[in-house]
Structures are given as structure tokens and as C-alpha cells.
């Protein structure tokens, strides 16, 4: 179980999935980007508005159960970006690096990015813009909404 929490809101995300994109740009061109699903749709949207790509490719990998890691499922294969060459695959983060290790097996010339890294995985990725440490948990916008806080005084 994660020790701290980091929770990423909607402006956050944009802002620096926008700055992977300015790194991604002068790495360029690419020749289409593959999201790996769910967690890689929302940056890969931005990423190829920003980069002006409209070539999109998806690979469907489950490997959490909530916050339990678990064997990586490949639900669905990249379609047709062949071995990967020219294309760009985002994905929100790498933790461990188990989903960016399999996904790197199905597409092994194609260029590997990530919006957060934790230490464990961030040899498996070619660019990314945040490290957070490793017993940290990155609470997603989609995954999470705000709630009422009761007031200091309240509180224990
Ligand atoms: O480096 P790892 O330890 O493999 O962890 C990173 C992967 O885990 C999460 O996906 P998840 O399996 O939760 O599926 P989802 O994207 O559909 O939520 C996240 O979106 C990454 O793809
Ligand atoms: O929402 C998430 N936050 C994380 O820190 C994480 N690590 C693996 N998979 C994850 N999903
Ligand atoms: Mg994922």
C-alpha cells in the first residue's frame, strides 16, 4: 500500500502534459502515437492535438486491480503500428515498469513516454516530465473528485 498520496488535478495534467509534448515535438516527427488504454487516452489526446497528429493507435493493458499489482493482461494489441518505428507511446505513468516492459516487447522500435516516472520503472522510458517517488500513489482527476473537508477544529 502506498505511503503518501499525490493527487493530480485537470489543470496539472494538461500543463504538463504539455510539456512532454514540447520535449516530444524537437524529438519529431513521429509517425503516429499509440495510447496504451485506459490511463494513456487523456495525455495521448493532448500530446497528438499539441504535436498535430491525427494517426492514433491504441494497446489495451490491464496490470492493476485498484492499487494491487497483478500479471499484465493484454486485452487488446497495437492494430498497425508494426514494430513501432516512428511512432511515439504514452502512457500516464510507469510505476513498476511491468506495462511499459510488455508493451515494449510488442512495439520495440517505437519511442516509450510517460507524464510522472517512479525510480523503478523510469529506465524503461524514453522521455517523461515528473518523478514522483516510489511509495507514492498519483491519484488521477478521473479517478478521484472533491469532497467536503471538515473544518481543523473539528477534526480529532
Ligand atoms: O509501471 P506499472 O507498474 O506497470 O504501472 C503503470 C501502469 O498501471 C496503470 O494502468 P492500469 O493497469 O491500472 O490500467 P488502466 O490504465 O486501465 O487504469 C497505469 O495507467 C500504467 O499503465
Ligand atoms: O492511478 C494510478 N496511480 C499510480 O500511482 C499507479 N501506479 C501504477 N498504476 C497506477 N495507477
Ligand atoms: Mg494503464
Given amino acids: 500500500m502506498a505511503q503518501h498520496y499525490f493527487t493530480v488535478t485537470w489543470d496539472q495534467l494538461h500543463r504538463d502534459a504539455k510539456a512532454l509534448s514540447w520535449r516530444l515535438h524537437a524529438l519529431g516527427p513521429w509517425v503516429g502515437v499509440v495510447a496504451i488504454t485506459r490511463g494513456g487516452l487523456i495525455p495521448a489526446a493532448i500530446i497528438a492535438r499539441e504535436l498535430e497528429c491525427r494517426l492514433i493507435e491504441t494497446v489495451s493493458v490491464v496490470t ?34 511491468t506495462t511499459a516492459k510488455l508493451v515494449r516487447s510488442l512495439l520495440p522500435k517505437a519511442h516509450f513516454a510517460t507524464v ?11 522521455t517523461f516530465i515528473t518523478e514522483v517517488s516510489q511509495d507514492t500513489w498519483i491519484l488521477f482527476p478521473w479517478d478521484t473528485e472533491p469532497q467536503f473537508v471538515a473544518p481543523v477544529a473539528r477534526q480529532g
Wanted: hydrophobic share 40%.
Fill in 116 to 126: 510522472y516516472a517512479k525510480a523503478a520503472g523510469k529506465p524503461l522510458v524514453d
Fill in 64 to 97: 492493476y486491480d485498484d492499487e494491487n499489482l497483478g500479471q499484465p493482461q493484454v486485452v487488446k494489441p497495437p492494430a498497425a503500428a508494426g514494430d513501432g518505428e516512428g511512432w511515439l507511446i504514452v502512457d500516464d505513468l510507469v510505476d513498476t515498469g
